[in-house]
């Protein structure tokens, strides 16, 4: 689980620190204050840290030189995965350079390893130089698509491919329980070849007929994509833009409720941001209900200077605001 991480130099922020990051974590703020920039790089550095799991095949390296897109990692963080895998790590620097920073001789490497990695991490000693590539294997491919979900409405081949997922996993009767958390009238999901189109199709029980996923609102619909995420990550990590999203808000709390069921049984750390009132007070009175505190809340704002800045509430904080009745986003 992530518990505390430091952001330098992505997009809108300079040098962002968070701690005390729970099991469910929601970034609230204004708009255009970086919500979904913080989202991504929360995200970045989950995939830093699977690629590291390549980091033994160097040893002693002085310096280590983050290119490969806008990811970084924090020292801090680098040095502890070193010493855990028994590393000496004592002088260490990493930095990230833009392609603008290179020298003449790092300008002439990197184009070389542009052309043979879509993304890598680069290790200098003694000015020699040593690759860990972070382009990930098909089935991490297959982890992306489930663990981070944008903002916009999830289309059919999208919920196809996150069924399949379920499906290849061998919990579709785990999915169908937890789905019924919702609606109980839905008794089973297959996906379907309609006219050229894969297609979910949905059998009900009242009334008793089958309808493709796109007649049962966006709502639904959402939910079965936040659904195959969590399930389809078990303890792992799931990033969520804008969750409320097609979701009437008279669903939000039963939502809630499910999500935190789900969270729970199957140990994954969630991040989502938000900007609705509503899902945040709907998760407040479901967390309360479950006696679930295991939340940290996340709010981003500006100072004088334009510098974003976050104000992070534990459980006690962010319940107590949000049940006084005060504007928390």
């Excluded at 995965?81 to 990230?96: P, S, T």
């Excluded at 390893?113 to 294997?137: A, E, H």
């Excluded at 379920?166 to 839905?186: R, T």
């Amino acid at each position: 689980m992530i518990k505390d991480i430091q952001i330098l130099e992505y997009k809108g922020f300079k040098n962002l620190k968070l701690d005390n990051l729970s099991q469910i974590n929601l970034i609230s703020g204004k708009n255009n204050v970086g919500k979904t920039a913080l989202l991504e790089a929360l995200f970045i550095y989950d995939d830093i840290a699977y690629s590291f799991e390549n980091v033994h095949t160097f040893s002693n390296i002085d310096t280590f030189l983050s290119i490969a897109n806008t990811r970084n990692i924090s020292e801090k963080r680098l040095k502890n995965y070193l010493q855990d895998l028994h590393y000496k790590v004592e002088d260490l620097d990493i930095q990230y350079k833009s392609k603008y920073q290179l020298n003449e001789l790092e300008e002439v490497e990197i184009k070389q390893l542009n052309q043979d990695y879509r993304g890598f991490i680069v290790g200098y000693k003694n000015d020699k130089m040593g690759i860990i590539p972070t382009s990930k294997t098909i089935e991490y491919e297959e982890g992306f698509f489930t663990k981070y979900i944008d903002s916009s409405k999830p289309n059919n081949e999208r919920l196809v491919e996150l069924y399949s997922t379920i499906q290849s996993k061998g919990i579709q009767h785990k999915f169908l329980n937890y789905l019924q958390l919702l609606d109980e009238d839905i008794v089973w999901l297959e996906p379907q070849l309609l006219e050229d189109e894969m297609l979910l199709r949905i059998n009900l029980k009242n009334p008793e007929r089958s309808l493709v996923s796109s007649e049962l609102g966006e709502g639904t619909n959402r939910y079965i994509e936040i659904l195959c995420s969590l399930l389809s990550n078990s303890q792992g990590r799931v990033f969520i833009d804008e969750i409320e999203n097609g979701i009437h808000y008279s669903k939000l709390y039963d939502i809630w409720k499910a999500i935190i069921e789900v969270v729970k049984e199957e140990e994954i750390q969630l991040f989502v941001t938000t900007h609705d009132l509503e899902s945040i007070e709907a998760l407040g009175r479901a967390s309360e209900d479950m006696n679930f505190k295991e939340i940290s809340s996340i709010k981003l704002a500006k100072d004088t200077e334009n510098k974003i800045y976050p104000i992070i509430r534990n459980y006690n904080s962010f319940s107590a605001t949000v049940n006084s009745g005060m504007d928390i986003r």
